[in-house]
T-cell receptor, first 111, second 114 residues
Framework: DAKTTQPNSMESNEEEPVHLPCNHS???????IHWYRQLPSQGPEYVIH???SNVNNRMASLAIAEDRKSSTLILHRATLRDAAVYYC????????????FGSGTKLNVKP | DSGVTQTPKHLITATGQRVTLRCSPR?????VYWYQQSLDQGLQFLIQ???????AKGNILERFSAQQFPDLHSELNLSSLELGDSALYFC?????????????FGPGTRLTVT
């Protein structure tokens, strides 16, 4: 299975943009890139996903590199409520139903 | 609120006992997934059901079993409980099955085995 690499932790200031990187150099052409986050004492929460093109939704933007070997989750204006562990996950046609979370990036947002 | 409900929220039981965790997926979702999250293991996929049929198994112990009923709710049965089974158990649902579908997670059931 293709793996992802994320920094263990990042820090941001409130109301500033945050760019969370994810490397997935062994991604296949049919793997979707999914992002989830988990706030303390809560279940994981879907953030965004994409295949090839950049994606935007009300929560965030996903920027996918042209060679698809990396992606960046962009929170446009961080709030204290965005402090969470962010997981970057690849889902392909042969492993999509075995959803494996790695260790993720713990985002700390400073007021 | 994801629309996925799980009961009970907390469960305290003794070693050797058997418990059942319940999950109701979002309205219209056909696929249900179960996960275990413990402090030292992170979030681990256990099993997936789609429209009543088992579709995938992850790191699920033989002492654990699950099923999805005709009304699409699902139950996870844990038997011969051990101290190491203490964890958060999450259920998630998705509209269908496939790599392009996102999952919506419930609030979890915290199981404590004493």
């Amino acid at each position: 299975d293709a793996k992802t690499t994320q920094p263990n932790s990042m820090e941001s200031n409130e109301e500033e943009p945050v760019h969370l990187p994810c490397n997935h150099s062994t991604i296949s052409g049919t793997d979707y890139i999914h992002w989830y986050r988990q706030l303390p004492s809560q279940g994981p929460e879907y953030v965004i996903h994409g295949l090839t093109s950049n994606v935007n939704n009300r929560m965030a933007s996903l920027a996918i590199a042209e060679d698809r070997k990396s992606s960046t989750l962009i929170l446009h204006r961080a709030t204290l409520r965005d402090a969470a562990v962010y997981y970057c996950i690849l889902r392909g046609p042969y492993n999509f139903n075995k959803f494996y979370f790695g260790s993720g990036t713990k985002l700390n947002v400073k007021p | 609120d994801s629309g996925v409900t799980q009961t009970p929220k907390h469960l305290i039981t003794a070693t050797g006992q058997r418990v059942t965790l319940r999950c109701s997926p979002r309205s219209g979702d056909l696929s249900v997934y179960w996960y275990q999250q413990s402090l030292d293991q992170g979030l681990q996929f256990l099993i997936q059901y789609y429209n009543g049929e088992e579709r995938a198994k992850g790191n699920i112990l033989e002492r654990f079993s699950a099923q999805q009923f005709p009304d699409l709710h699902s139950e996870l049965n844990l038997s011969s409980l051990e101290l190491g089974d203490s964890a958060l158990y999450f259920c998630a649902s998705s509209a269908s099955t496939g790599p392009g579908y996102e999952q919506y997670f419930g609030p979890g059931t915290r199981l404590t085995v004493t």
